[in-house]
């Protein structure tokens, strides 16, 4: 299936990958960046393409994210994930790791669901097919933005949020709940890395970076202040500086 993608600037390709539950919008800063042609696929269910209305894997995603690359002929990019996009990055390292120049890594990590966790997303799975996406808005607004944040982001981001739909959402969490642990991939990976954390990121905490960081060969982890687990969309300047050193470094 198609994706939608937002397909911006001229440079080395870079292919933004979203969050749960958000969609490519979240990465609209992000286009300030010179140098860099900017693809920032929406997967399927949020944002702007339509749900895959059946059950996915990581790898499903990491699959459609590169057959976006081989329709526009761009053989190498750096893959940037965010949260959930970068379970996406570690799924199309196992797959294809020769199509990945790079990573950034932003609010993320390795680890995979725990028991407790797993047990969790399916409850929410029930919850959204009963309720609908309210309940994980509300429970999840307040995770992505300190809480000094305007209230205009603030709205803005729960109209990205409000951007996916429930088979969408229930497909992803299917998702998340069956990842494999990424662990064992770090150490062997060939991959030139920046990790992008926010300080106050209560999902995946700077612990999380850091522990990132010290298992992949050539990583650097950069912490910014004042950003919760939406860092690049908080703190659009700081996030895009180390992002534009690290691409041209
Ligand atoms: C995300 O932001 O993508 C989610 O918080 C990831 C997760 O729930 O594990």
């Avoid at 919008?25 to 399927?44: C, N, T, W, Y």
């Avoid at 407790?116 to 429970?139: F, H, W």
């Avoid at 662990?183 to 209560?202: E, K, V």
Wanted: charged share 25%; aromatic share 6%.
């Amino acid at each position: 299936m198609n994706l939608h993608v937002t397909d911006s600037g001229a440079g080395v390709p870079v292919v933004w990958i979203h969050g749960f539950p958000l969609a490519s919008e979240m990465f609209r800063p992000q286009l300030a960046i010179q140098g860099v042609r900017h693809l920032m696929p929406d997967l399927p269910g949020f944002g702007r393409t339509r749900a895959a209305e059946r059950e996915l894997s990581m790898d499903d995603y990491a699959r459609f994210v590169l057959a976006e690359l081989d329709r526009r002929g761009i053989e190498r990019a750096t893959f940037a994930g965010m949260s959930m996009g970068g379970y996406v990055c570690f799924a199309a390292a196992r797959l294809a790791p020769e199509r990945i120049a790079g990573f950034i890594l932003i609010d993320t990590r390795e680890t995979a669901d725990t028991e407790e966790a797993r047990k969790g997303r399916y409850e929410t799975i029930e919850k959204v097919r009963r309720e609908g996406l309210g309940p994980i808005v509300d429970s999840m607004l307040p995770k992505m933005l300190t809480r000094n944040a305007s209230p205009e982001m603030v709205d803005e981001v729960r109209e990205i949020m409000e951007s996916t739909s429930p088979a969408g959402a229930i497909a992803a969490l299917g998702a998340m709940a069956t990842r494999p642990d990424s662990t064992p991939l770090l150490p062997s990976l060939d991959i030139r890395t920046l990790i992008i954390t926010g300080a106050d990121d209560p999902i995946t905490p700077p612990a999380d970076a850091k522990r990132m960081a010290a298992a992949i060969p050539n990583a650097k982890a950069v912490i910014l202040d004042d950003a919760a687990h939406l860092s690049n969309y908080q703190q659009p300047e700081a996030f895009n500086r180390a992002a534009f050193l690290w691409l041209t470094g």
